[in-house]
């Protein structure tokens, strides 16, 4: 696996007051990036899916194209998956070995359930267990349901983030050598770098 990584350089800033405590071992398994998903070499790329999972616009569309027909045959055979969690496919043509196709909320209609946090960070928890079920140290999550979904970019990275750090605490991600949070936009790539200093403070 060849893979130039933007290396999260955590500094430390007066005023951003840490929710969670430093942890050096933490630190150095958190990458954040901007770039096409799909050119990513890691053990698996986590999709921005629908409940259907065959297919769609956005980033659900460059990884289908990338990966080839293969994809959609096998996730035919899934049977589909429901909001807040996901499924793990190959991903044949793609540099990274698995695709987990997470189905996040759409974000005004969970919202007004109040259900929307729930359900996307479900989304991350469900991927992070399908990453360690399956042996996989390194794993690239798309900025889940910030595109047509509508969730805002802010509050998705503190979930995301949360999510991570709270699943690393319960030692459930020991053996996960990379965790990558891989945006497209500039929007979510700032809400990361304003966000990942509470969750995973300097040490
Ligand atoms: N690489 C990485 N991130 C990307 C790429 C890419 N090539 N292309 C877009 N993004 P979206 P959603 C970012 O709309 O909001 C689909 O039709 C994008 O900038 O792809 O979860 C599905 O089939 C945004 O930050 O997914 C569903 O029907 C993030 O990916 C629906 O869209 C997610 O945006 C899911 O909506």
Same mark, same amino acid.
């Given at each position: 696996l060849s893979l130039l990584y933007k290396l999260n350089k955590i500094t430390p800033d007066d005023h951003v007051e840490a929710s969670h405590a430093p942890s050096a071992a933490y630190n150095d398994k958190i990458s954040v990036i901007r770039q096409d998903i799909t050119a990513l070499a890691v053990d698996a790329i986590v999709n921005a899916a629908n409940? @259907? /999972? /065959?297919g769609g616009g956005g980033v659900d569309g460059a990884i289908h194209r990338a990966a080839g027909p293969e994809l959609v045959d096998e996730c035919e055979t899934l049977d589909g998956c429901d909001t807040g969690s996901a499924k793990i496919t190959d991903g044949y043509e /793609? %540099?990274?070995k698995k695709v987990i196709h997470a189905v996040g909320p759409i974000y005004w209609s969970t919202k007004s359930e109040g259900r929307h946090t729930e359900l996307l960070s479900g989304c991350y928890r469900t991927s992070l267990e399908l990453a360690a079920e399956h042996g996989l140290k390194s794993i690239a999550f798309s900025a /889940? @349901?910030? #595109?047509?979904? #509508?969730? %805002?970019s802010g509050e998705a990275s503190e979930v995301a983030l949360d999510t991570v750090r709270a699943f690393l605490d319960e030692g459930l #991600? =020991? =053996?996960?050598e990379r965790i990558i949070f891989c945006n497209f936009m500039q929007k979510d790539e700032d809400a990361y770098f304003e966000n990942i200093p509470k969750y995973f403070p300097p040490v």
């Open positions: 409940n @259907s /999972l /065959l /793609l %540099p990274a /889940l @349901s910030t #595109g047509v979904y #509508g969730y %805002p #991600g =020991d =053996d996960m």
